[in-house]
């Protein structure tokens, strides 16, 4: 099993839309978690910290579920330009490991 | 803030040039520098991890004597790919993290990248 496991899409929504991914991790241990978006031959961007509380963002929500050990991105009134690859990453107490999932690929459509 | 700069973003040599990848943090000091490289439509795969002052850890299967790494600064990592082949070929990516107390690790941030093709 990966660490850090995620769907790879891809998710294909109408514009407007509200869509949601998980990101699931094998390891207790995990610190803090990120989501990152990614743009074809492009870099990944920090989109959000994932707090234990849960944060918002905008239109983009992140929660984390310790006890089943899963974060999640919530995407409001999708936009077109929300189109991207997205990447969760793990990283683990008192190291600097990060550990990135595959990424879920989200194609908005008009 | 937390603005990572990576240079040159587009190589394009000959076969069996060495290639010198720069990644600077430019608005804070990253004790700690990653690069990856990243193959069309895969994933991102860490190379190795580089500590200021350090030897870099390298990934399992990452042949340190091809991809040398030199992190001399808190502020200035280089990699270098030694006689390069068309099969080193890729997307080379940096990122930078600085580590905010025990067990506690900021996010990572990425330079642009480096889109090296040998010819």
Known sequence: RKEVEQDPGPFNVPEGATVAFNCTYSNSASQSFFWYRQDCRKEPKLLMSVYSSGNEDGRFTAQLNRASQYISLLIRDSKLSDSATYLCVVTYSGTYKYIFGTGTRLKVLA | GAVVSQHPSWVICKSGTSVKIECRSLDFQATTMFWYRQF????????????????????????????????????????????????????????????????????????????????
């Open chain 2, 40 to 119: 069309p439509k895969q994933s991102l795969m860490l190379m190795a991890t580089s500590n200021e002052g350090s030897k870099a850890t390298y990934e399992q299967g990452v042949e340190k004597d091809k991809f040398l790494i030199n992190h001399a600064s808190l502020t200035l990592s280089t990699l270098t790919v030694t006689s390069a082949h068309p099969e080193d070929s890729s997307f080379y990516i940096c990122s930078a993290s600085v580590k905010q107390g025990w067990g506690s690790n900021q996010p990572q941030h990425f330079g642009d990248g480096t889109r090296l093709s040998i010819l």
